[in-house]
């Protein structure tokens, strides 16, 4: 059975930082990219960042330079470190795990930054 669980959401000031956690299970994890998405209410959803099973890294513009993907496969857990948080990073971050035609999700982790 394929499981995704997100943690590691919750409420920030601007400025702060969080780091979200998606443990992967039910697949050969080290074979899959890995991504995570986000979408804000009444926004569609958005690529923030993937790292595929190789390390290559992208990001979106918006998130360049204050998000960090990482992965250890040895853990089938995929990472991401948000610095410097905005109230548009506001969202229900999600992982993707893809390998050409399948594609999981998980069931997402509310990130809402505000003062």
């Known amino acids: 059975q394929v499981q995704l669980v997100e943690s590691g959401g919750g409420l920030v000031q601007p400025g702060g930082s969080l780091t979200l956690s998606c443990a992967a299970s039910?697949?050969?994890?080290?074979?899959?990219?890995m991504s995570w998405y986000r979408q804000a209410p009444g926004k569609e959803r958005e690529l923030v960042a993937v790292?595929?099973?190789?390390?290559?890294?992208n990001y979106a513009d918006s998130v360049k330079g204050r998000f960090t993907i990482s992965r250890d496969n040895a853990k089938n857990t995929v990472y991401l470190q948000m610095n410097n948080l905005k109230p548009e990073d506001t969202a229900a971050y999600h992982c993707?795990?893809?390998?050409?035609?399948?594609?999981?999700w998980g069931q997402g982790t509310q990130v809402t930054v505000s003062s």
């Open positions: 993707n795990a893809h390998w050409f035609t399948k594609v999981y």
């Open positions: 790292i595929t099973s190789f390390g290559g890294i």
């Open positions: 039910g697949f050969t994890f080290s074979s899959y990219a």
